[in-house]
């Protein structure tokens, strides 16, 4: 690949002198530079937005909110994207302090100390391999259906669905294995092949097979708009537009990160907004009879079905696969890089080998095979990508509102007291309060016990059993949340807290341990 290839796709090594610079600020933190630092601003914003990947979500769960409540389910998406872009603008500004891999974790380990960031990374580590497991099963979803259009006549059912999950897992974990460059080509060609395919798909149904007036995102379809409804249609909004914080989760691999990684978050949780916007106000559009679509719980691959030939369908849903496999492969690169930042402050068991950095691939192997093999676990008994992705957003958002409660307080106690790249300045405080009411507010929603949302065992009519009758009738994330914290707290008791926390950083940027 020629060098002019190199920049146009922003994977390139640094310049000596940007290499001398990022390596020193680096060492500022106590570490050395093992990881590559080839990503530029635009592959930085396309792991984010890989993660986020509007058409992912929306294939998995669009027929949640349309069936829930209609054509107003789509005002979701606008709320939605606002209140996770407040904490998006306080993940810039920390991204702009704490230019090292960990994200969430390595956030409150200097803003709130040891034992809290260490629950913290721990939640959140769990999160991020949930949510791998989470949409590795979704891709079969779209591709099982591409290959019947194809003649292969698939059954689209669980034990298939698992078969190529399970496949999908070890090519990702196979290619984080072989270093970032790659993954961050592959991340940028499929995010251009998102936008453009969503965009494309999206004019081609508005302007040629539009059943709908435009006044449909105000029409519920007969069913009951309240706001107990509303928020379960919420949901699909809620699943879609988290992990920007990916681009600080890599910023030892970014060059500049101080300034380019707050600017990728940022623009990861804009770009994602815009794109899903104008697909899913054109699947409304497109859907021919929009009570029919209701009642037979119509998904994007319904309404392009129900308009195009079968070679059109079949062309849809291999983009949507191919976009939910770089969205796997971005999310576990980020996960690795949290267990790779947590194992080199030595906050994991074998964490000396799970922060051992490959000298030829400058990729943590050991945390790439841990984290595959953690995600494969969920897939032992599988019951559908919407149950494991109950489990993956109730975690996550909980993660996120820990990270800014530990923001908030750090913020009262005077923080920041050194200036950086990117700052809220006064609005630092508001901003906060606002993003913490707007995450405590979506937690409780997700975690709120109900069969649509987070439905016990027993009503999913057992398709997951915990074969355990107690357990079988407790919803689902309180179950999955409740085994991660008993262990965390089993672990950090009898081992963690006795191990000494690496808390270096640059003179003003520590807040005391509380």
Known sequence: MSDHEHHILDIHDETPV????????????????????????????????????????????????????????????????????????????????????????????????????WFTGWIYLFAGII?????????????IPAFNNMGWHLANGHSNQRIIAVVTLVLITLLNIFGVNLVALI?????????????????????FHHHQSASVIFHTGGTSLTMGTFLVAMFMSLY?????????????????????????????????????????????????????????????????????????ATVFLLVVSAAIFVCCLSIETSTIRLCFGMARDNQLPASPTLSKVNMRWHTPIAACLVIGVLAFVPMLQFAGAGI????ATGMIYLSYVLGNIALLRARLRGWPRKPAPFSLGRWGLPLTL???????????????????????????????????????????LWSVLGVIVIVGLAYWGLIQRFKPAHMQAPEGEVMAPA
Not at 265 to 293: E, K, M, R, T, W
Not at 441 to 465: F, K
Request: charged share 10%; with cysteine; aromatic share 14%.
């Open 18 to 117: 940007e290499a001398a610079r990022d390596e020193a600020d680096l060492a500022q933190f106590g570490y050395k530079q093992e990881l590559r630092r080839s990503l530029g601003v635009f592959s930085s914003f396309a792991v984010a937005f890989s993660y986020i990947s509007p058409s992912t979500g929306i294939f998995t769960l669009f027929a949640l909110g349309l069936t829930t409540v209609g054509g107003i389910f789509i005002w979701s998406w606008p709320i939605v994207a606002i209140g996770q872009f407040v904490i998006a603008l306080g993940w810039a500004e920390l991204s702009s302090h704490y230019p090292v891999a960990g994200s969430v974790f390595q956030w409150t380990k200097y803003l709130s100390g040891k034992t809290y960031s």
């Open 131 to 143: 949510t791998v497991t989470s949409v590795c099963v979704t891709l079969p979803l779209a591709l």
């Open 187 to 207: 991340n940028n060609t499929g995010v251009l092949f998102e936008i453009l395919g969503m965009v494309v798909f999206a004019f081609v149904l508005a302007l």
């Open 240 to 312: 879609v537009i988290y992990g920007f914080d990916t681009a600080s989760t890599l910023a030892e691999e970014t060059r500049s990160p101080r300034t380019e990684a707050p600017k990728a978050v940022l623009a990861s949780v804009i770009g994602a907004f815009v794109i899903g916007a104008v697909f899913l106000f054109a699947c409304l559009l497109a859907v021919p009879n929009l009570h029919d679509a209701i009642k037979n719980g119509f998904g994007p691959a319904n309404i392009i079905d129900a308009n195009f030939s079968n070679a059109f």
């Open 388 to 391: 494991v992705a109950i489990a």
């Open 434 to 476: 606002v993003g913490l009411a707007w995450g405590v507010g979506m937690l409780v929603n997700i975690a709120w016990p109900r069969a649509a949302t987070n439905p016990t065992p027993a009503q999913t009519g057992l398709a997951l059993n915990f074969h355990w009758a107690w357990l079988d009738h407790r919803p689902v």
